[in-house]
Nanobody, 119 residues
Framework: QVRLVESGGGLVQAGGSLRLSCAAS????????MAWYRQAPGKQRELVAR???????NYPDSVKGRFTISRDNAKNTVYLQMNSLKLEDTAVYYC?????????????WGQGTQVTVSS
């Protein structure tokens, strides 16, 4: 069974930094695109960062220049470095594994990790 386990969330003051990690198991990690999403109370889940199997990245404008996604295929782990955190970054952050076409019929999600930014 595929597992994605997030860690690194917590409470941080505005302007601070956190690094999230997501360790994957039971997938051929290197061929998957990986992403981080977040969901704040009362809001829809939104994409925060995505990295392809080749290392190309994309970010929404809301986090561009502050967040950096990276991956370590040797460790089956994807990271999200979050700097200059704002109150509006408070949310549950989810790791997502998106398979290439023909590999799997669904993508996979972690259980989420809470990030709370305080003033």
């Amino acid at each position: 069974q595929v597992r994605l386990v997030e860690s690194g969330g917590g409470l941080v003051q505005a302007g601070g930094s956190l690094r999230l990690s997501c360790a994957a198991s039971r997938i051929i990690f290197s061929i998957y695109a990986m992403a981080w999403y977040r969901q704040a109370p009362g809001k829809q889940r939104e994409l925060v960062a995505r990295i392809t199997s080749r290392g190309s990245t994309n970010y929404p404008d809301s986090v561009k220049g502050r967040f950096t996604i990276s991956r370590d295929n040797a460790k089956n782990t994807v990271y999200l470095q979050m700097n200059s955190l704002k109150l509006e970054d408070t949310a549950v952050y989810y790791c997502n594994a998106d398979p290439p076409p023909g590999v799997a019929s669904t993508d996979y999600w972690g259980q989420g990790t809470q990030v709370t930014v305080s003033s």
